[in-house]
T-cell receptor, first 119, second 115 residues
Framework: EPEVTQTPSHQVTQMGQEVILRCVPISNHLYFYWYRQILGQKVEFLVSFYNNEISEKSEIFDDQFSVERPDGSNFTLKIRSTKLEDSAMYFC?????????????????FGPGTRLTVL | GDSVTQMEGPVTLSEEAFLTINCTYTATGYPSLFWYVQYPGEGLQLLLKATKADDKGSNKGFEATYRKETTSFHLEKGSVQVSDSAVYFCALSDPLIQGAQKLVFGQGTRLTINP
C-alpha cells in the first residue's frame, strides 16, 4: 500500500540554524501539505502546495519558512533560522486528484512525522 | 474562520465501556468531517469520515454521524478495548472552497483504556 514517508524521524538543531525536513508523497498525488503539532497541542496547518506553487499558507508560515518540490518525488520544508518555538512534530500529507471535477472530497494521507527539537 | 471544538480530555475508561467523544464545528461552507487517530509514537491515521449531512462514518467499531442541525460529529464506540488508547482528533475540510482543502483540527482528546 502506498504511503507518505518523511526523513529524518528526529532532527536536533541549534537555534538559528537552518533545517530541511523531507517528505516523499504518494506517487501521482497532486496536493501537498505541511502541518505541525507542538507537544500536547492541536495539529496546525502550515502550508499547501499545488502545481509547483503555494496555494494557501497560515499565519505561522512566515518568511522563515519555505517549501519546495525539487524533483518529481520530494517535497521539502525549510526553516531558515530556527527558533526555540519551532520545536514540534512536523507532518507531511498528500492528496490525489478530486474524485469529481473541480471540488469534492478526497483523503489526505499523512506521513509519520519528523520531530524537530531546537536547542 | 472555520474551527473545531472537542471535549476536553484526558478520558479514561475501563475495557468494554461505552465511549463518546464530542465534537462540534463552525464552518462557512459545507464541510467534510473526519476523525483522525494518533497512536503513541505514530502519525495521524484517518479513522472515519462523512461528507454530507446525516452520513454515518464507521470503522473498527467506531461511528460518527454528521449532524448539520447541531453542527456536530460525535465519535462513539460501544465497547472499547485497550488497543483503542490513543489521541483522537476531529477535523474538517471545506471542499467547496477552491484550493487546498486544508484540514482544520480540534485540540485532540487523549483516550486511555484500562484493562
Amino acid at each position: 500500500e502506498p504511503e507518505v514517508t518523511q526523513t529524518p524521524s528526529h532532527q536536533v538543531t541549534q537555534m538559528g540554524q537552518e533545517v530541511i525536513l523531507r517528505c516523499v508523497p504518494i506517487s501521482n498525488h497532486l496536493y501537498f501539505y505541511w502541518y505541525r503539532q507542538i507537544l500536547g497541542q492541536k495539529v496546525e496547518f502550515l502550508v499547501s502546495f499545488y502545481n509547483n506553487e503555494i496555494s494557501e499558507k497560515s499565519e505561522i508560515f512566515d518568511d522563515q519558512f519555505s517549501v519546495e518540490r525539487p524533483d518529481g518525488s520530494n517535497f521539502t520544508l525549510k526553516i531558515r533560522s530556527t527558533k526555540l518555538e519551532d520545536s514540534a512534530m512536523y507532518f507531511c500529507a498528500s492528496r490525489g486528484r478530486p474524485l469529481w471535477g473541480g471540488a469534492g472530497y478526497n483523503e489526505q494521507f499523512f506521513g509519520p512525522g519528523t520531530r524537530l527539537t531546537v536547542l | 474562520g472555520d474551527s473545531v471544538t472537542q471535549m476536553e480530555g484526558p478520558v479514561t475508561l475501563s475495557e468494554e465501556a461505552f465511549l463518546t467523544i464530542n465534537c462540534t464545528y463552525t464552518a462557512t461552507g459545507y464541510p467534510s468531517l473526519f476523525w483522525y487517530v494518533q497512536y503513541p509514537g505514530e502519525g495521524l491515521q484517518l479513522l472515519l469520515k462523512a461528507t454530507k449531512a446525516d452520513d454515518k462514518g464507521s470503522n473498527k467499531g467506531f461511528e460518527a454521524t454528521y449532524r448539520k442541525e447541531t453542527t456536530s460529529f460525535h465519535l462513539e464506540k460501544g465497547s472499547v478495548q485497550v488497543s483503542d488508547s490513543a489521541v483522537y482528533f476531529c477535523a474538517l475540510s471545506d471542499p467547496l472552497i477552491q484550493g487546498a482543502q486544508k484540514l482544520v483540527f480540534g485540540q485532540g482528546t487523549r483516550l486511555t483504556i484500562n484493562p
